[in-house]
C-alpha cells in the first residue's frame, strides 16, 4: 500500500510561483529517487525533473530547468517541486513517481510507484 499524494496546484496567473509537495508513505521514502512529472490534455507524459536518493543531485527538463527547483526531506518523506515564472505551457497535471533505478529517470514508464496527480493552471 504504496501512496505518493500530491499537493499544492492550483489556478495562477502567468509569472506567478507554486511549490507542489508530495508526501510518500509504504514504502522506504530513502531507498528512491524521486520523480516529477507532468501531462497536459491530449499529450503524452513528459519529464519535469529528478532527484537522487540523498538529495545530491538533480536534474530537471530543458523546458524547466532555471525556473523550477527540485528538493525532497527523507526526514518528513517529502519531495517538492518549486516553480517560479509559471508559463501557460507550464499548465498540466503534475505527477511525482518514485524509482528504484539508477538510470534513464527520464523514462516515465521506468518509474515503481505514481501520485494521483495535481492540477496546475497558468492563465496569461
Known amino acids: 500500500q504504496v501512496q505518493l499524494v500530491e499537493s499544492g496546484g492550483g489556478l495562477v496567473q502567468a509569472g506567478a510561483s507554486l511549490n507542489l509537495s508530495c508526501a510518500a508513505s509504504?514504502?522506504?521514502?530513502?531507498?528512491?529517487?524521486m520523480g516529477w512529472f507532468r501531462q497536459a490534455p491530449g499529450k503524452a507524459r513528459s519529464y519535469v525533473a529528478h532527484?537522487?536518493?540523498?538529495?545530491?543531485?538533480?536534474d530537471y527538463a530543458g523546458s524547466v530547468r532555471g525556473r523550477f527547483t527540485i528538493s525532497r526531506d527523507n526526514a518528513k518523506n517529502t519531495v517538492y517541486l518549486q516553480m517560479n515564472s509559471l508559463n501557460p505551457e507550464d499548465s498540466a497535471i503534475y505527477y511525482c513517481?518514485?524509482?528504484?533505478?539508477?538510470?534513464?529517470?527520464?523514462?516515465?514508464?521506468?518509474?515503481?510507484?505514481w501520485g494521483q496527480g495535481t492540477q496546475v493552471t497558468v492563465s496569461s
Open positions: 532527484i537522487t536518493r540523498s538529495g545530491v543531485s538533480r
Open positions: 509504504g514504502l522506504t521514502f530513502g531507498n528512491y529517487a
Open positions: 513517481a518514485a524509482y528504484s533505478g539508477f538510470t534513464y529517470w527520464t523514462v516515465a514508464r521506468r518509474y515503481d510507484y
